[in-house]
Nanobody, 123 residues
């Protein structure tokens, strides 16, 4: 079965950094676009960042542009989210997601989801 497993979440002070990882299995990883979404307390799940299957195209939500960086290693079937200059409003459960083919930013475009990893940013 397809599995996406996030790791790297935790508690960090405002201004700090975290690096999230997503390990994928059960799919042809290099043919899938990948994305990160998050759900903050009291909010709906929202788009954060996405990367195309070969890594050539990336899309970032305005709220994280310049602070977050997505990358992937197709040889290792992993995608990473480097989060710098973290703010309390970044506090959320972060989800890794996958879709076949072209990169997209819409929630409904993604077929597979991880269980999420908690990121908490203290002020």
């Amino acid at each position: 079965q397809v599995q996406l497993v996030e790791s790297g979440g935790g508690l960090v002070q405002a201004g700090g950094s975290l690096r999230l990882s997503c390990a994928a299995s059960g799919l042809a990883f290099s043919t899938y676009s990948m994305g990160w979404f998050r759900r903050a307390p009291g909010n709906e799940r929202e788009f954060v960042v996405a990367i195309s299957a070969r890594g050539g195209s990336t899309y970032y939500a305005d709220s994280v542009k310049g602070r977050f960086t997505i990358s992937r290693d197709n040889a290792k079937n992993t995608v990473h989210l480097q989060m710098n200059s973290l703010k309390p409003e970044d506090t959320a459960v972060y989800y890794c997601a996958a879709k076949w083919g072209p990169v997209a930013t819409g929630l409904g475009e993604y077929n597979y989801w991880g269980q999420g990893t908690q990121v908490t940013v203290s002020s």
